[in-house]
């Protein structure tokens, strides 16, 4: 698993994480190592305050963490 852009670094690991928040990377380990599915991957980060707002998987883990609590209303484009 990667947690870098680097090409050298990407190109060896099986998965590469990009995101924001350090603790993004426990959602591939969870789902691969530990045999979780998403939805109960997406309750435990719940569970401790944080929503995955957006994962897309493709070779690279896209995650977007925000805190439970933040507002819901969407920002406006421009701003």
Known sequence: M???EARHVSMVAKR????TNAL???APILEE???RERPRIR???ES??????????V???WLTLRPAAQ???PIAEGS
């Open 2 to 4: 990667a947690v870098s």
């Open 16 to 19: 590469t994480i990009l995101s």
């Open 24 to 26: 993004a990377v426990l």
């Open 33 to 35: 190592i530990v045999d």
């Open 43 to 45: 309750e435990f980060f």
């Open 48 to 57: 401790h305050g944080l929503l995955i707002q957006e994962w897309d998987r």
């Open 59 to 61: 070779r690279t883990d």
């Open 71 to 73: 507002d819901l209303a």
